[in-house]
C-alpha cells in the first residue's frame, strides 16, 4: 500500500499512511512495535505526512490537497486545496509548521490547521530539507529545469528568497530531440531538464 511514515512525540509513535482507497491512518508504539490505532479518513491519502514534536498534530497529503488532522481527538481540519499536490511535508525548526515540497511551498499550521503562506509558486519541486536552527528550507525540482528554491518558513511572513539550478553552467541532460549538420561536422541536442542547447564536434565528440 505504498506507506509513508513520520515520528512524533520524541519519536515514541510512528505515523503511517495507506495509499489511496485505503483511508487509513495507522499510530504504531515504537518500542513495542503494536499498533495503537487506526484513523479512518474522508478521501483518498496520496501518501506524505509529517507530525508535529509533542505528535498532536499531522499534515497529511490527500488528493490535490492537505488536512492538518489532530491527533488527540483522531479529527481532520479542513481540507487545504492550495497547496495543490503535495510531495512531501516537513516539520520546520520551531516545530510550528508543516513545510510542503511541492508547487506552492506551502506552509501550514500545526496550531490553526490552516494554510500560512505560499512560498514557492515558482516551480513544482519533488525533494528539500529544512534547516534545523533557522526559518529556512530549500526545495528542489526537475520538471522543467534544474530548479532549487531557498524558502522563508516565518509563518505568515514565509515566502521565497530566491531560485538558482541546482547543478553547475554548462550542462546538459536529458536530450529529447537532436539533429545534425548536413555535412555531418556538428550535432545539437536538447536538453529537457537544463533548459539548454548543447554542440558537439562529432569527429572529436
Do not use: K
Amino acid at each position: 500500500p505504498r506507506p509513508h511514515r513520520a515520528f512524533g512525540a520524541q519519536q515514541q509513535r510512528a505515523f503511517v499512511t495507506h495509499w489511496l482507497s485505503n483511508r487509513t491512518i495507522t499510530e504504531v508504539d515504537v518500542a513495542s512495535a503494536t499498533i495503537v490505532r487506526t484513523i479512518a479518513t474522508p478521501e483518498d491519502l496520496s501518501g506524505p505526512l509529517s507530525v508535529n514534536p509533542d505528535g498532536t498534530r499531522a499534515a497529511v497529503g490527500i488528493q490535490n490537497a492537505a488536512r492538518v488532522w489532530d491527533l488527540t481527538a483522531g479529527t481532520p481540519g479542513a481540507s487545504i486545496t492550495a497547496t495543490a499536490s503535495v510531495n512531501r511535508f516537513i516539520t520546520t525548526a520551531d516545530g510550528l509548521y508543516a513545510f510542503c515540497v511541492g508547487f506552492n511551498g506551502s506552509l501550514l499550521s500545526y496550531a490553526t490547521q490552516g494554510l500560512v503562506a505560499q512560498t514557492n509558486q515558482f516551480v513544482s519541486t519533488t525533494v528539500g530539507a529544512v534547516s534545523p536552527t533557522d526559518p529556512l528550507a530549500i526545495s528542489v525540482g526537475t520538471t522543467f529545469g534544474e530548479d532549487m528554491i531557498v524558502h522563508r518558513t516565518n509563518g505568515p511572513a514565509g515566502g521565497r528568497v530566491q531560485n538558482l539550478y541546482s547543478g553547475p553552467d554548462a550542462e546538459g541532460d536529458r536530450a529529447r530531440t537532436g539533429a545534425i549538420t548536413p555535412d555531418g561536422t556538428r550535432a545539437v541536442a536538447v536538453n529537457i531538464l537544463s533548459d539548454s542547447a548543447a554542440i558537439f564536434d562529432v569527429a572529436s565528440g
